[in-house]
């Protein structure tokens, strides 16, 4: 079985600022693993997904997240904020021998931007 | 290109009541999953489907069904609502066999509250 733990419920910080969103998962088989963003009443949104090789993967919008095996973590950061990253942010992991199967999610980490 | 909908976007029903949601999946796309998000909390699978059939299905009781019809869409049955059946019901469409990955993609969901 797999979980993914969000260590940081609310992170609020001042735009331009750099944050980092902390994500944990837990697993007996390999996994993908996903950072999802939900802005206000809306569905989910792929920001990232780490599949295979460099263990740094980045979205157009300035995010990145890196995957460390040993520590079994896929941080999500991102050198300088602005007013419009205020959302809810999701990290997600499926099992690579169940293709296109079910995503585990964190509790979620509210990211709040200040000016 | 529409992109996962979803009907009705919300709903109010009483205990006891039964509920369908229902979903269109992304032009292409022949899977979809269903997630309940209840608030505050990150998205739970609850099934699966593919061919009509459902590939997977997550710890929820029976009362939650499902079908996927040929045209790939899908509802989602809820019998005997309960006060903690109050959610937002997510739809995800996917193709199955594309690779490296049958990535998810998320519908705006269904907010259901149970009265």
């Known amino acids: 079985a797999q979980s993914v733990t969000q260590l940081d419920s609310q992170v609020p910080v001042f735009e331009e600022a750099p944050v980092e969103l902390r994500c944990n998962y837990s697993?007996?088989?390999?996994?993908?693993l996903f950072w999802y963003v939900q802005y206000p009443n809306q569905g989910l949104q792929l920001l990232l997904k780490?599949?295979?090789?460099?263990?740094l993967v980045e979205s157009i919008n300035g995010f990145e997240a890196e995957f460390n095996k040993s520590q079994t973590s896929f941080h999500l950061r991102k050198p300088s904020v602005h007013i419009s990253d205020t959302a809810e942010y999701f990290c997600?992991?499926?099992?690579?021998?169940?293709?296109?199967?079910?995503?585990?999610f964190g509790q979620g980490t509210e990211l709040s931007v200040k000016p | 290109d529409a992109g996962v909908t979803q009907s009705p976007t919300h709903l109010i029903k009483t205990r006891g009541q039964q509920v369908t949601l229902r979903c269109s999946p992304k032009?292409?796309?022949?899977?979809v999953s269903w997630y309940q998000q209840a608030l505050g909390q990150g998205p739970q699978f609850i099934f699966q489907?593919?061919?009509?059939?459902?590939?997977q299905r997550g710890n929820f009781p029976d009362r939650f069904s499902g079908h996927q019809f040929p045209n790939y869409s899908s509802e989602l049955n809820v019998n005997a609502l309960l006060l903690g059946d109050s959610a937002l019901y997510l739809c995800?469409?996917?193709?199955?066999?594309?690779?490296?990955?049958?990535?998810?993609?998320f519908g705006p969901g269904t907010r259901l509250t149970v009265t």
């Open positions: 995800a469409s996917s193709l199955l066999g594309d690779r490296p990955l049958g990535e998810q993609y």
């Open positions: 697993s007996s088989v390999s996994v993908y």
């Open positions: 780490y599949l295979s090789g460099s263990t």
């Open positions: 997600a992991v499926s099992e690579i021998y169940n293709q296109g199967g079910k995503l585990i």
């Open positions: 032009s292409g796309h022949d899977t």
């Open positions: 489907y593919y061919e009509e059939e459902e590939r």
